[in-house]
Nanobody, 120 residues
C-alpha cells in the first residue's frame, strides 16, 4: 500500500516560513512525479508545486517563495515555504503518481491526508 504522510503544517505569522514534509511509507519504488496541492474550504484543490527528476513547476502565486525538493531515495518530499501570506492558508496535500500528472492536467494516483497551514 502507498501511504503518504504529511507533516510540518501549523500557524505562522505573515512573512514567516514553514517546511512541509511528505514521507512515503510502504512503497519501495520511486514515483515518477510528486507534488503539493492546497485547498481552502469552498474552493477547488489547487496544484502548488510538482517535481520529476530535477524539473520543478510552481503555480504563479508561489514562485520565488516556495521550493519543492526530494531526498536522494525519492521517497520523501519537501516544500519549503517562505514569505508566507494569508492567501497561503489552506490544507496542503502531498500527491504522487506517474509522469502524467507532472506533464498534464491528469490527477495524481495517490494522496496524503493533508496538513493545515494557517497564516495570519
Amino acid at each position: 500500500d502507498v501511504q503518504l504522510v504529511e507533516s510540518g503544517g501549523g500557524s505562522v505569522q505573515v512573512g514567516g516560513s514553514l517546511r512541509l514534509t511528505c514521507a512515503d511509507s510502504g512503497y519501495t519504488d520511486r514515483f515518477s512525479c510528486m507534488g503539493w496541492f492546497r485547498q481552502v474550504p469552498g474552493k477547488e484543490r489547487e496544484e502548488v508545486a510538482t517535481i520529476y527528476t530535477r524539473t520543478t513547476f510552481y503555480t504563479d502565486a508561489v514562485k520565488g517563495r516556495f521550493t519543492v525538493s526530494g531526498d536522494a531515495a525519492g521517497d520523501t518530499l519537501y516544500l519549503q515555504m517562505n514569505r508566507l501570506n494569508p492567501d497561503d492558508t489552506g490544507m496542503y496535500y502531498c500527491a504522487a503518481g506517474d509522469l502524467g500528472f507532472c506533464l498534464s492536467d491528469a490527477m495524481p494516483a495517490y494522496w496524503g491526508k493533508g496538513t493545515q497551514v494557517t497564516v495570519s
